[in-house]
């Protein structure tokens, strides 16, 4: 399983204050603020993370704030990058500065995404989430895999091929019925994936949605429980919280029960 590590995001207290700080600075690199992104990166490489979400949100969809996250990042790791990002100046700024191709999160059925992102994700031969829940969320697996087929062709077309893409059902908070409701048929839908297209394409899904407005204490378990279920019926790459324990506790042992890790007592204790 590949593991994107989501800790790295505006939504951050202190990652959000380094971006107001630069902003008000005229966005004048200076070590200290680059030291904040690159301690939360090494913290992120060591826990286990594959790739590094670089999440660009909420104030700060700069082009400014993208490509200086994305050098002080660099700096310290080679480690693949996701970039997230509502802005199409900012993904750009992101793609421009990555000394290696990324991953773009995301591209929708949305006409304006796929007239922004995917030509800018073309240019610099960079991986590709495609979201099947915006704009509406589809009714059942099979609207799933038909929106996945037209978000496909599309990118293909631009010359992206399956092997550079992902796919992402989107999750939603399970307080909700149609959380609920959403979750079964993901999970119908993620057994249909690996017959569906050829070439296969990999899936993803953002983890922690699935807890979102539940009490902090349940969060853990919550999100433990979906990555499980999600990784039993085929769920190739999560991103989540790497820092908290349980969830590295957690993709530990899916890795080792897919014989992709070798069993230790450390992984489960640690």
Not at 53 to 58: F, G, P, Y
Request: net charge positive; hydrophobic share 45%; charged share 20%.
């Amino acid at each position: 399983m590949l593991v994107l590590a989501n800790n790295i995001t505006s939504r951050n207290g202190k990652i959000n204050q380094t971006l107001r700080r630069l902003k008000a600075s005229g966005w004048k690199a200076d070590k200290a603020s680059a030291a904040v992104f690159q301690n939360l990166a090494r913290q992120c490489v060591e826990a286990g993370a594959d790739v590094l979400d670089v999440n660009i949100q909420q104030h700060n969809y700069r082009p400014e704030a993208m490509a200086f996250a994305v050098r002080a990042i660099q700096e310290v790791t080679s480690r693949q990058l996701c970039l997230s990002s509502d802005n199409a100046e900012a993904l750009a700024a992101g793609l421009k500065a990555c000394k290696q191709p990324p991953i773009v999160n995301y591209v929708s059925i949305d006409a304006a995404k796929l007239a922004e992102t995917l030509p800018l994700a073309a240019k610099y031969n960079a991986e590709v989430v495609l979201l099947l829940t915006d704009p509406t969320i589809p009714d059942d697996a099979q609207e799933m895999l038909r929106r996945a087929a037209a978000l496909l062709g599309a990118t293909n077309e631009k010359g992206i091929p399956n092997s550079r893409l992902f796919i992402d059902p989107g999750l939603f908070h399970i307080t909700s019925d149609i959380g609920v409701r959403h979750f079964v048929n993901v999970i119908e839908f993620l057994r249909a994936l690996p017959e569906a297209f050829d070439p296969p394409v990999r899936s993803v899904c953002w983890i922690g949605n699935i807890s979102a407005g539940v009490p902090s204490r349940l969060r853990p378990a919550l999100d433990s429980a979906a990555l499980a279920m999600l990784s039993g019926v085929g769920l190739a790459s999560a991103s989540l919280d790497v820092l908290r324990r349980e969830n590295r506790r957690m993709v530990r042992l899916v890795k080792i029960l897919k014989n992709e890790a070798i069993y230790a007592d450390r992984d489960i204790e640690l």
